[in-house]
């Protein structure tokens, strides 16, 4: 494989992973108008699946975004693969923890009270955050090389 087409098949990679992250986020936009059509707005519910659809919406369009500027990545730069695996795993993390949290546990998690709570903010939340270390990544690689 030519240096293109590896990119090129990485791009698609992370465009499908992106639409597949969004879709997921748009599913859980049912649960939010259910929740928004059957509950307060101070309700806990109401919040669990406005946080999960928002999260599917922002991460699936961040991954997106990223394919679409990918191309211009030195795809042999150090760390850049784990960067991208990174990248799709954080963002797979942020739109599953949030809908098990609204579809079984359906309250705010930041101290986790029970073994389902822990695996979600433990599993789910944490590695959710890993995405930043990839930005970091891309960044230095696209603004910290030489200009030819």
Known sequence: MTDSSIAVQQ???????GVIILFL??????GFSIAAATQDVTSPIYGAWRFAHMEGLVNGLVVL????????IDVYGKFINIARIVLVLGCYANIIGPIINALFIGKRLIAPETGLEAIVVYGF???????IISFAIFIFNLFGRKIK
């Open 125 to 131: 939340y944490i590695p959710g955050t890993l995405p």
């Open 11 to 17: 791009q698609r990679s992370l465009a499908l992973h």
């Open 65 to 72: 975004a990223v394919a679409g500027v990918w191309l211009r």
């Open 25 to 30: 986020g748009l599913l859980a936009g049912i």
